[in-house]
């Protein structure tokens, strides 16, 4: 190659170059898909590790979630859906994903009760390969009660080897000390237009950083809680 | 070119003990009434069986009484012969082990001799004895730099991981190939006329020709091996003895013109078992398939292919067929995996009568082959996650996995699941392009089918809600969102094109929709149907 051609690909060279440093920054953290939660995690969901997203009804979970998923499906990664609600047919609304942002042929969507929720994350994370799986348990009654301790010892195991962002969602706190990191959900207070008949606009919340976060005694002083807004229009 | 030759003696017995590779050290022989005159495989109606076996029938009276006609070398050792009833067989070696081979043994066993060849070659010669194939292995030589001899080891090994005993040899043409293997366990004949006329001078002539005949010729002529044959003058041969002791006289000489007729793999993959006596229930079936379902990937895995779809056909007792397909996520070679599947079809739809036979049909595919970027994420490996998504189909149903798709439809709720495919590298730079967040919009989380519930209604709309997990006062109300579809459609069209499960009166529906805070602190979306009155919760806000 004549120097003058070396030099024409300098330019693309330094792309790759930084992608790199971004990959080392980024290494032992993924974003979020939301800046604020980023901020309150030092970073985002720890990598190889267990994260856990708790809240009530329309406080924004599922929205988290897809946004994680969207970020990770765009930076090229293989993420899994497993969706133990919705009565076994699925809770997903693929039309408001797709809007989200969300590359819906990229998602591997697994429908499943309850009961079958751990086999079939423990599944997917095992194949490996997979940068993220989410696992929502939102609308499976009392997580806590149905599953084992011993099953989220074993699906963390299972993260850590593979190197799997596992992500789950629930209505109470379930993992307890199996979660890397643990974001609270609360004071969803919806917000609709006003100007002619009422419309529904979106939510705003509050997330609170329950476990995990930056290992920085200085991070840890700064207020663990965020405010964030939802919409429901585009 | 230089040809392999894979001789399994006794094709009839080994594929019976195929069935039952526990009992592969143990003394065993093959029972018959007549000699084998099947329909299938017709390489098989030719087969041509040892002269004594033949001699054994014809005295035995064949067509009466089951007599032996195929010995493992330890029954022949513990004095059985052919020839014997199995009575007589067990009082000269209690431990022996008789069995009696099905067509569909027979088939699968042909079957998997020719993988033999499949699994080196992408065309293999059957031969026309159903007992060898022929394939070329002139290009092997770059897997197996140690030779030959190396190749035909190898060869020789894998028909053993079939459950198949096999002879090997090298040769530059099938005739002399084959008389190879009915000297030696394993020969590597020298490449070239002179050197083929070397290896079979000291051979016997009766591993030339199954021509009794021309053997008899021979022995009149005072000519006890091939070298001897080689020293008379063809043409003399031929005066004498016809073409076909010129052909013997040739292959003498080291100079064989057989023509080498390779053909390509079928499409398809079968096993098969004709059971002894009718199973009625799934767990005992189970049992049988599972030697069926091992035995077809031990063929596959031979061949570097996965098992990309099942058709699995029952022989019903008395008479018909259960055929059907199992679906299959993706690629697999876990036979776990395909058996849970097959279980599950099972008792989903029970077959209508006991089971009297079964044969599975396996599609052969190739496991796609990725290739790494040091700079892009690594999906998950090909073969894993082909595994992995058969097990979860097998887990949840196949219907329940794959990809999730928008659905032309008007129908809110309406989703539909395709095949997974991992996402595609993107292109180099695109990582950078991620930093911009995606929009934090709140999605509908679905209830499906939804619940139907009660609705308090005031001036304004729903005042109040109760249904199995939610009771609770309405605070703001928007709504109500007219919507309705299907209508155009008739009846029967409308019922099945829709892709909700929850399907409605057909003739099309029309909904009147309403979101609502409810002072439970979530935001709910329901629907009025417009027809009976109902109201059903479509599912809340996240």
Known sequence: MSRAAAIAHIPELAARLVSLERLEESRGRRTTGVAALDGLLAGGWPRAALSEITGRRSTGRTAIVLATLARAIAAGEATALVDASGGGGGSLDARAAAAAGLALPALLWIRCAPAQALKAADLVVGAGGFGVVALDLCDSGDARRRVADAAWVRLRHGARNQGTTVLVATSTRTLGTAAAAAIELGDGVPTFLTDGPPLFAGVKSRAARVRGGSRDESAREEAPCVSLAFTCRS | ?542
């Open chain 2, 1 to 542: 070119m230089r040809l392999a030759c894979v001789y399994v003696p006794q094709l009839a017995l080994q594929a019976a003990l195929r069935r039952t590779p526990e009992a592969r050290d143990e003394p065993a022989g093959l029972l018959e009434t007549e000699p084998w005159k099947g329909s299938v495989p017709p390489a098989m109606s030719s087969a041509r069986r040892s002269r004594a076996t033949l001699d054994a029938l014809e005295t035995a009276g064949a067509g009466k009484k089951p007599r032996v006609t195929q010995l493992e070398a330890r029954a022949r050792r513990a004095g059985v012969r052919p020839g014997m009833t199995a009575a007589q067989a067990r009082a000269v070696s209690a431990s022996i082990r008789l069995y009696t081979a099905t067509a569909a043994d027979r088939e699968a066993g042909a079957a998997a001799l020719a993988d033999v060849g499949y699994a080196f070659a992408p065309r293999v010669d059957s031969g026309d004895d159903g007992e060898r194939v022929f394939f070329d292995c002139a290009d092997l030589g770059q897997l197996y730099p140690y030779g030959e001899t190396a190749i035909a080891q190898a060869v020789q090994a894998h028909a053993a991981r079939l459950g198949l005993g096999a002879r090997v040899a090298i040769a530059s043409s099938k005739g002399i190939a084959r008389v190879a293997t009915r000297a030696h366990e394993l020969a590597v004949v020298p490449a070239g006329a002179a050197g083929a006329r070397e290896f079979l001078a000291p051979l016997p002539v009766e591993l030339l020709t199954d021509d009794a005949t021309l053997r008899a010729a021979f022995r009149r002529w005072g000519t006890r091996t091939a070298g001897a044959i080689a020293a008379l003058p063809v043409d003399a041969v031929a005066l004498r003895l016809g073409p076909r002791g010129a052909d013997v006289a040739r292959l003498a000489c080291g100079k064989d013109d057989e023509p080498f007729v390779p053909r390509l793999a079928p499409d398809a993959l079968e096993e098969a078992v004709d059971l002894d006596y009718p199973v009625y229930e799934i767990e005992p079936l189970t049992f049988v398939l599972r030697g069926l379902v091992d035995r077809a990937l031990a063929r596959l895995a031979g061949r570097s292919l996965a098992c990309a779809g099942m058709t699995l056909r029952l022989s019903l007792d008395p008479r018909g067929l259960d055929v059907r397909t199992v679906p299959l996520a993706a690629p697999t070679r876990d036979a776990k995996t395909l058996l849970e599947l097959v279980r599950l079809d099972l008792a989903r739809r029970p077959p209508d009568a006991a089971v009297v036979g079964a044969r599975i049909i396996v599609e052969p595919a190739r496991v796609r082959a990725t290739q790494l970027d040091m700079l892009r994420p690594a999906g998950p490996a090909p073969d894993r996650l082909a595994t992995t998504l058969a097990r979860l189909a097998a887990l949840v149903g196949p219907e329940n996995v794959g990809a999730p798709a928008t659905v032309d439809s008007w129908r809110e709720q309406a989703v539909a699941v395709t095949p997974y495919v991992p996402p595609p590298a993107p292109p180099a730079g695109a990582l950078a392009a991620t930093a911009a967040a995606p929009a934090m919009r709140l999605t509908v989380r679905r209830k499906r089918p939804p619940e139907e519930i009660e609705v308090i209604m005031g001036r304004d709309g729903p005042t109040a809600l109760r249904g199995s997990e939610t009771t609770a006062r309405v605070l703001v109300t928007a709504g109500p969102y007219r919507l309705s579809g299907e209508w155009w459609q008739p009846p029967a069209t409308a019922a099945t094109t829709s892709a909700d499960p929850n399907n409605d009166a057909p003739g099309g529906w029309a909904h009147e929709y309403w979101d609502v805070h409810a002072s439970d602190g979530a935001v709910y979306r329901l629907h009025r149907d417009a027809r009976d009155g109902r109201f059903y919760l479509d599912g809340y806000y996240d």
